[in-house]
């Protein structure tokens, strides 16, 4: 795969500057945490971003649709349930959770109902929502880069896709686009709502996250 970009390629979180020695860390660098909050308030805000674009619903969100729809439970406890199922998969890959792994559900999930509540990027325009949407997935790219670097620890599906790689050793970009595209097509089947905005984020996520691991790693040098 010599022929593709340099950022496609990436196959590992880099170690920078602020990266912690070990995830387990409860006493990392105030550096290391500004980046590692830094990171995670960009995911949030790509992710209210793509929301606001109003043009379909990211995997995930999909995948607990349709086991909401099956199960009869709500769209947060579905949510819940299979970020929980999520990291039982660590167990077999020997991923390792820690602060950031915590910071991950909070601020995320803080970041978005603050933007949601102070901003309105909406349109009429369709084609002005997608470039709003496409944004929003560049921004949780580089916000997951950003925040990967620090070695706190992952959130649920980032160490998914950080653990398959290890194993694998397939780059970052396309571990994490077949995870999306697998997540996509048990919602879809199970009656989850599929939108181009979903497949945007399923087939560009992975490379947007590579991405932001390579210029982080490319501006630390």
Not at 195 to 215: D, N, Q, R, S
Request: net charge positive.
């Amino acid at each position: 795969m010599s022929f593709l970009p340099e950022f496609l390629r990436i196959k590992n979180v880099p170690t920078v500057s602020w990266s912690s020695d070990r995830p387990l860390n409860f006493k990392p660098k105030v550096k290391t945490l500004f980046f590692l909050i830094l990171g995670l308030t960009l995911f949030g805000f790509g992710e209210s971003l793509l929301i606001h674009s109003a043009i379909g619903l990211s995997p995930w969100v999909v995948l607990a649709e349709g086991l909401a729809i099956n199960f009869n439970w709500s769209i947060g406890f579905a949510m819940f349930a299979s970020s929980v199922a999520v990291l039982l998969f660590w167990l077999p890959l020997k991923q390792q959770p820690g602060v950031g792994t915590i910071l991950n559900i909070l601020v995320i999930a803080g970041t978005i109902e603050l933007s949601m509540y102070l901003f309105d990027f909406s349109t009429g325009n369709y084609f002005t929502n997608l470039l709003v949407g496409s944004f929003g997935v560049l921004l949780v790219g580089l916000g997951s880069g950003i925040y990967l670097t620090a070695n706190l620890g992952p959130g649920p599906r980032d160490g998914l896709m950080t653990g398959l790689q290890r194993v694998t050793q397939y780059p970052i970009a396309w571990v994490r686009v077949c995870i999306e595209i697998s997540v996509v097509g048990v919602g879809w089947l199970l009656g989850g709502t599929v939108g181009i905005g979903t497949l945007l984020f399923a087939f560009g996520i992975g490379p947007a996250v590579a991405l932001g691991l390579y210029l982080v790693a490319k501006v630390n040098k």
